[in-house]
Each structure stands twice: as structure tokens, then as C-alpha cells.
């Protein structure tokens, strides 16, 4: 029912920034897990950014925390992910991603794509040196 599209990747360079945005609509649960995952080539989707919508707290993985910050927008149900400093490591399809919940938690943020019930359809970014 959920469905989600995301848009705003790109190319940039080492350093700059970029926002990616996903549009949702079919929400009906009093609260989702709502976040990012990314996935490069040869590796699995791993999660990027999650919150959830009761609280909307982020919670990052280390590898971009400081740099990145997830939104959520309840006039629109956009979920947003906001990069700065961006670096090759970074490259990848990102994916927004939605899991329906009765409650608060969104997995203490350890937040495996086994877990995500409804995905966008990908966007890339890639970082250039």
C-alpha cells in the first residue's frame, strides 16, 4: 500500500553536498520505521539513516554521522536525507525505506533490510575524488 520514489541524487565532487528526497503516500499505521539504506556494487543494502515518525529522532550509522541528517516532513510525508561532505565512500544506490510499527522503536537502529517492508525504487550518488 505504502509507496515510495525517491529523487535529488547525483554526481558531485569530494566535499560537496547533495539532499535526497522521498515522496510517500499510503500511510496508515500509527507509526513507521521510515529511513535510508544505500547499497554498493558487490555489497548489501545497509542502512544509512533511520527514525522513526512517532518521535522522528535519527539515528545514524557511523559511518555518516556528523555528516548526514534525516527528516521527515508530516505535512507531506517527504522523507528526506540531507548529505554534506560527501566522499567516494559514499557512492551508492540509495534507497528510502518504510517498515509499519506499533510502536516507537525502530530496532535500537540496527535496522536490517529484512526488516523493511516497503521500498523506493533507488537513486544514485556518486562522489568523484
Known amino acids: 500500500q505504502v509507496k515510495l520514489m525517491e529523487s535529488g541524487g547525483g554526481s558531485v565532487e569530494a566535499g560537496g553536498r547533495l539532499a535526497l528526497s522521498c515522496s510517500g503516500s499510503?500511510?496508515?499505521?500509527?507509526?513507521?520505521?521510515v529511513g535510508w539504506f544505500r547499497q554498493a556494487p558487490g555489497k548489501g543494502r545497509e542502512v544509512v539513516a533511520v527514525?522513526?515518525?512517532?518521535?522522528?529522532?535519527?539515528t545514524y550509522d557511523d559511518s555518516v554521522k556528523g555528516r548526514f541528517t534525516v527528516s521527515f516532513e508530516t505535512t507531506d510525508n517527504t522523507l528526506w536525507l540531507y548529505m554534506q561532505n560527501l566522499q567516494p565512500e559514499d557512492t551508492a544506490v540509495y534507497f528510502c525505506a518504510a517498515e509499519p510499527r506499533l510502536d516507537l522503536q525502530c530496532h535500537g537502529g540496527t535496522w536490517y533490510s529484512y526488516d523493511v517492508v516497503y521500498w523506493g525504487q533507488g537513486t544514485q550518488v556518486t562522489v568523484s575524488s
Open positions: 499510503g500511510y496508515t499505521a500509527d507509526y513507521y520505521c
Open positions: 527514525m522513526n515518525t512517532g518521535d522522528r529522532i535519527g
